[in-house]
């Protein structure tokens, strides 16, 4: 015998879902892109003594904080929630 009533299942979601994209914007790859330059400047600096090399390599770091912080006031970051930006 076959099942006939017709039971709907409520779901209760939340009214606005997070981001899933987990930081794959070009603010995102940009930063961490100048982040491992730099480190990797400084690093070599590091290893074969040469100050002005380090500081350099300290430059392309705050380069690449300074560049994702535009491009993401720019548009090119993450979306941000309607609940975090209310608060």
Known sequence: MVDTSSQTEVAYLPPVSPPTNHGHTTAAWFTMVGIMVGAFV??????????WLFWVGMGIVVVGLVGGLL??????????????RDA
Do not use: D, H, K
């Not at 491009?71 to 970051?77: A, E, I, Q, S, T």
């Open 71 to 84: 491009l993401r006031n720019m548009g090119y970051g993450q979306v941000a929630v309607a609940a975090e």
């Open 42 to 51: 400084a690093a070599i600096a590091f290893v074969i003594p040469v100050v």
